[in-house]
């Protein structure tokens, strides 16, 4: 007889087998375009690629048309949409996402200011990159600490440390601690 935990590992095991072996070409494809129109500035283009993937919770899809709405690139500038699509994506374990979702939570755009989830999701995303990125996460995640007491770090240290990606429910608020 399983254990709960084994019976939940293999249960998350096989979800990420179907959905890989769900995920199409045509996806694959879809997600080159929308990421090719994104870096040469194509918004609208990106736009129309991307969501479609966001849609089937597609980390980098979310990841990138929450950038869209945070700056307002071919979409109007809008935080709470940024900050949902940024979460739904983090808490897959995407850390271009993880680190944008904490400098949310520093500024408090979309999300209320929160400096110990700002450094738990950016210690996240520095732990889970290399090279320049890492750095670069690891420099927004040590100024964010300037703001904090020992206390709030060991916190948000622990946050990190506890933390495990996840599969998003659907209409779940997940923004919380």
Request: aromatic residues 10%; positive net charge; proline residues 5%.
């Amino acid at each position: 007889m399983l254990s709960v935990r084994a019976a939940r590992r293999f249960l998350l095991a096989l979800l990420a087998v179907a959905l890989a072996a769900a995920a199409t070409p045509v996806a694959a494809s879809s997600l080159s375009r929308g990421s090719a129109a994104f870096h040469r500035g194509d918004y609208i283009r990106a736009f129309q690629e991307l969501s479609p993937l966001a849609a089937r919770e597609n980390a980098t899809a979310l990841g990138l048309l929450g950038f869209m709405y945070e700056h307002g690139f071919g979409v109007p500038q809008a935080y709470d949409a940024a900050a949902d699509l940024y979460c739904r994506a983090a808490i897959q374990g995407n850390p271009f996402a993880q680190a944008m979702l904490g400098l949310l939570y520093d500024k408090g755009h979309g999300v209320p200011q929160d400096f110990v989830l700002a450094y738990k999701w950016l210690n996240l995303a520095a732990a889970r990159t290399s090279g320049r990125e890492r750095d670069t996460y690891a420099r927004f995640r040590n100024a964010v600490a300037s703001k904090m007491s020992t206390d709030e770090i060991v916190v948000g240290q622990r946050l990190a440390l506890n933390w495990s990606p996840a599969f998003p429910v659907p209409g779940v608020q997940l923004l919380g601690r």
